[in-house]
């Protein structure tokens, strides 16, 4: 008979519950996060993964993938585990400082499977606009292209973020001859690979004391 099922008088501990769920491999666990998306979401991710559903590793090895991440100058970007003893909850070597408000800067990288480029660091507690994306095009995405690929054809992505999609920018993209993977469907960060590497770069930077260790990215990576 199946643990769930009621069975009068017959009562259970919670260590007996517990183990029985560890036998039927129920094991407790965070849930895993995923986007919210809208039925148009749907509809543009669908439509994205039909277009370049027969391309091979080949191909996008000729794609560089570009975004945008926040980093805290205070306290770490994640969670921090610590081991302690009993009654030691709040000892020093236990405790993780706070903020309300941490300074935040925003950086923009690129890679690609042959290798990643060089990052561009916006002044603290700016955001990326039209005009720092166009002149980090021009210093770090241009540059970037020719030293990975030369000649030789690639294909450039960025997601559909207002400072991306500006007609300054689509002119821009067009005059350079720099040709777009896409169209990018909305609310698809986990379609961009970029994401794993913001992650690794991020625990790497909480390991350190100094956050503007950021200026060297290839130290770190």
């Known amino acids: 008979m199946s643990l769930f099922q009621s069975r009068p008088g017959v009562s259970a501990s919670a260590r007996t519950v517990r183990r029985r769920l560890l036998e039927d491999g129920l094991v407790s666990r965070r849930a895993a996060k995923k986007p ?23 191909d996008w090895g000729k794609v560089i993938f570009s975004d945008e991440a926040p980093f805290r100058l205070f306290g770490t970007s994640g969670k921090r585990l610590v081991r302690r003893r009993k009654g030691k909850r709040y000892h020093q070597s236990c405790v993780m400082p706070t903020v309300k408000h941490p300074d935040t800067i925003h950086v923009w990288g690129c890679f690609s499977s042959k290798g990643v480029g060089s990052l561009t660091i916006l ?33 450039s992505q ?8 500006a007609k300054v920018i689509t002119k821009w993209l067009g005059d350079q001859n720099v040709e777009i993977l896409g169209p990018w469907p909305g ?18 930077v909480d390991k350190q004391k100094n956050p503007l260790i950021l200026t060297n990215s290839k130290k770190l990576l």
């Not at 609310?187 to 790497?204: T, V």
């Open 187 to 204: 609310n698809s960060p986990d379609l961009n690979p970029i994401e794993n590497l913001w992650s690794i770069l991020k625990r790497r």
């Open 36 to 58: 919210l998306l809208s039925k148009k979401n749907i509809r543009d991710r669908l439509i994205f993964c039909r277009k370049y559903s027969e391309w091979t590793a080949e």
């Open 158 to 165: 960025h997601d559909g973020a207002p400072c991306h999609k």
């Open 123 to 155: 002044p603290k507690n700016t955001a990326m606009n039209k005009e720092w994306y166009q002149n980090t095009l021009q210093q770090q995405l241009l540059p970037t292209t020719q030293q990975q690929f030369g000649e030789e054809q690639c294909i």
